[in-house]
Structures are given as C-alpha cells and as structure tokens.
C-alpha cells in the first residue's frame, strides 16, 4: 500500500520537471530558428522550415525535428507493442541530422542496430536509431511523442499479420511482415 502513497509526489515532480522543460524548449526553438536563418542547417528545404517539437510524457527529454520525414509508418509488430504497451507504434523516420534531443535518455537495443531510447524518469518512449550495415543511420519518432496530432500520416503498415482483429487497415500499403522496398 505504501506504493499508492507515493504516486501524488512522483506526479507532482513530474510537473514541476515539465514546467521547467517549457523554458528549455523555447530555447531550443530559438536556437534551430536561428542556425536555420545563419544558412547552417542542413537536409531540409530552407523555404518550408516545418519545425515540429515532442517530448516524453513527463517532459523531461524533449526534441524538435526539422524538415519533412524520409517516410512514415505505422508498425503492428510484437517488439513495437510491448515497447509502447500500444496496439501499434505510427512513426516517422528522419535523417539524425534533422532531429535534435535534449534530455537524459536511456536506450535498449532491441535488435541488431535497432536502439529504443526511453526517458529514464517516467518511462516513455522517445525515438529509436537505426543503424544498417552501410553505416547509414536514421532516427524514428513515434507520433505519440510530438506535441499535437495531425503534423504525420503513415504511408504504410508493417506487420499486418499482428494487427488487432477490431482495428480497420487505412487505406496505404500493407505488408504483412516488414515493409516492402
Ligand atoms: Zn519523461
Ligand atoms: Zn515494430
């Protein structure tokens, strides 16, 4: 029982985490506005910013994306599920030079290459990085971090053979299994 005792404070820090985050984000935003105005930012259309910003649910990691989204999906699969303890995990993927995080973060690597960064305070997923054998790596946001809905669409779903029977597949490519190149 001592543990529901605990819950109002753990709740009350979290705000307090949150509200001191709003300031650090404003600074963020400032300082990717700026660089963009100095001509150093770089892998998005200058004319079309599209700053978008997100966090963890307790605020304490925050991040800001730039640029439009390589793609985005929506996956169904087992890993995605239990690591979001969410029927689906929508997302968008974005080059790391686009994606910028401010926060402690805490990662696991689900499979080879694949690290799943959490905020270590509340436990809320924040992006994952994927490392292919190229070398090349990208950062994958879900659409569940940023700050409003309606900013993404998923062009796609993956791992369709584990969707939830009551959910209704969208209307973009399905692939079964992993997405289809
Ligand atoms: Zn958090
Ligand atoms: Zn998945």
């Not at 305070?121 to 990085?129: D, H, S």
């Amino acid at each position: 029982m001592a543990r529901f005792g605990q819950t109002p404070s753990l709740v009350e820090g979290a705000l307090v985490v949150a509200g001191r985050t709003g300031l650090a984000t404003l600074a963020l935003f400032l300082a990717v506005v700026r660089r963009q105005r100095d001509g150093l930012g770089v892998g998005h259309d200058m004319s079309e910013p599209f700053l978008r910003a997100g966090g963890c649910a307790c605020g304490a990691v925050r991040f800001t994306t730039t640029g439009r989204p390589r793609r985005g999906g929506l996956c169904h699969c087992l890993t995605c599920r239990k690591a979001h303890a969410s029927a689906f995990n929508p997302f968008v993927v974005f080059a790391p030079a686009s994606v910028e995080v401010v926060g402690k973060v805490t990662a696991w690597e689900s499979s080879l290459g694949y690290l799943r960064y959490f905020c270590g305070l509340c436990g809320a997923r924040v992006f994952a990085e994927n490392r292919d054998e190229s070398g090349d790596t990208e950062y994958e946001l879900s659409l569940g971090s940023f700050d409003e809905p309606g900013w993404f669409t998923p062009e796609y779903e993956s791992w369709t053979i584990r969707r939830e029977p009551w959910l209704r597949p969208m209307d973009v490519p399905q692939n079964r299994r992993e997405r289809r190149d």
